[in-house]
């Protein structure tokens, strides 16, 4: 971190020089104080329609997961009555207490609307956590209504949720800007995904997110 004080010898520059630091440059990196834990394939699982084959609704290429789905496909097991999805499943690192969090640089195509393209499964209270929605004209959305953060099309953003389980709380960062906090659902059987699940409703044929640079931390 630059004070430059030795400069201006002012309390008030380097108070502003704080203020500019901490709101624009990205001082409030949400890993900070976090510990990476270690990733590999095998911890990642695709669910998609359960009658198609995986090459149909998801590809690797080049670093980037890209995940589809169309709003009358089958859900990911026969008898499901959950809406579609194409998404992957962090498996082996389910978690039901402490301090975690996810992070992922994510790509919305402008059209795709009601997709959750990255949740917190498991809760005491209901199934999920914390689901993030994607609506247009590209408006992330907690589950159908809260506001989250506006402008997510066709451009990578970093997104980083963190879920502080003994706090009760989930905290959404956004290019490393906080954008959302709420309280969670109680402590579970806990796990991260990311790709895109239809919403109950308002949601288009086509769905699609894609992701890179996936990295889970825990304090
Ligand atoms: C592969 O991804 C890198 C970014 O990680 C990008 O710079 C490069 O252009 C990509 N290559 C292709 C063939 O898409
Ligand atoms: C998305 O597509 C619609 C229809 O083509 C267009 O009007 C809109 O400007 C596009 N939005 C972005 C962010 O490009
Ligand atoms: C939780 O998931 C089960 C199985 O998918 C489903 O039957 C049930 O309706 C879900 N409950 C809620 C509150 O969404
Ligand atoms: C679907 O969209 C309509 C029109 O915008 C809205 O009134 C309704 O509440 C939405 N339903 C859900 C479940 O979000």
Known sequence: MKLSYNVHGSIMTVTLLLAIYCCCDGADDP???FTEVPLNPSNMVILKPYDVPVD????FINGTHRMWVYADDKPEAPGSNTQPRTEIRIVGLDYSSGVWQF???GFVPNG???ATVAQIHGAAHGNTTLLLRVYAPGEMRYYSSL?????LYDRWFRLNMIHDVDGGKVTVFLDGEQKFQYHDQGPGDLFFKCGVYGAP???SYYMESRWRDIKIYRK
């Open 31 to 33: 890993t900070l104080g």
């Open 56 to 59: 149909q609704r998801y590809s």
């Open 103 to 105: 992070e992922g640089h």
């Open 112 to 114: 795709t609307s009601g």
């Open 147 to 151: 506001h989250v953060a506006d402008g």
């Open 201 to 203: 409703a308002n949601i």
